[in-house]
């Protein structure tokens, strides 16, 4: 089965640090996806990529960077940590969105911004 | 965006019941997916429904589609303590690109 792995389950960092989140996954898929979920307010979609070296704005991409320089590795990035990111970070990859293939994701990563 | 939305946020239950969650939509859609999430984990994929179907079956799970109503529904049914979870529909964004999600529904299964 697909499987995603992202890096780190849970991981603590200061305020105006750059915080690097990885994603790998091992299936060969086209697209990858960033979410981040809170409470209440459920997955919003950050960054996708559809490509190696392609990325597009998902819904809440501010103070938010993205990287993918090999297909199976998507990085989120956030330049300068702020207590408003603390979150849980979901990795999502599929073949493809237009025909209604399903997302496998990651077991998620809980930043907590001090 | 588009986001859907589940309806109840929250359903508690006895085992052995059924349990059926709402989702309604805003734009035309080609197929809608609901997944499911154990507390604190990542969404594991139930069941997709594609828009020219009405009604779709996997083992204790059965999908509803309503496009008409923008619509979908989720039942469980002779639900057990496992099924305890968050249970999210999710539709292609506009371009095609993505999947957007609802803000889910908590399901409790108490035994």
């Known amino acids: 089965d697909v499987k995603v792995t992202q890096s780190s389950r849970y991981l603590v960092k200061r305020t105006g640090e750059k915080v690097f989140l990885e994603c790998v996954q091992d299936?060969?898929?086209?697209?990858m996806f960033w979410y981040r979920q809170d409470p209440g307010l459920g997955l919003r979609l950050i960054y996708f990529?559809?490509?190696?070296?392609?990325?597009e704005k998902g819904d809440i991409p501010e103070g938010y960077s993205v990287s993918r320089e090999k297909k199976e590795r998507f990085s989120l990035i956030l330049e300068s940590a702020s207590t408003n990111q603390t979150s849980m970070y979901l990795c999502?990859?599929?073949?493809?969105?237009?025909?209604?293939?399903?997302?496998?994701f990651g077991s998620g990563t809980q930043l907590s911004v001090l | 965006s588009q986001q859907g939305e589940e309806d109840p946020q929250a359903l508690s239950i006895q085992e052995g019941e059924n349990a059926t969650m709402n989702c309604s939509y805003k734009t035309s859609i080609n197929n809608l997916q609901w997944y499911r999430q154990n507390s604190g984990r990542g969404l594991v994929h139930l069941i997709l429904i594609r828009s020219n179907e009405r009604e779709k079956h996997s083992g204790r799970l059965r999908v509803t589609l309503d496009t008409s109503k923008k619509s979908s529904s989720l039942l469980i049914t002779a639900s057990r303590a496992a099924d305890t979870a968050s249970y999210f529909c999710?539709?292609?964004?506009?371009?095609?690109?993505?999947?957007?999600f609802g803000k889910g529904t908590t399901l409790s299964v108490s035994s």
């Open positions: 299936m060969d898929h086209e697209n």
């Open positions: 999502a990859s599929t073949r493809a969105v237009a025909t209604n293939e399903k997302l496998f």
């Open positions: 999710a539709t292609a964004s506009q371009a095609g690109t993505a999947l957007i």
């Open positions: 990529s559809y490509d190696v070296k392609m990325k």
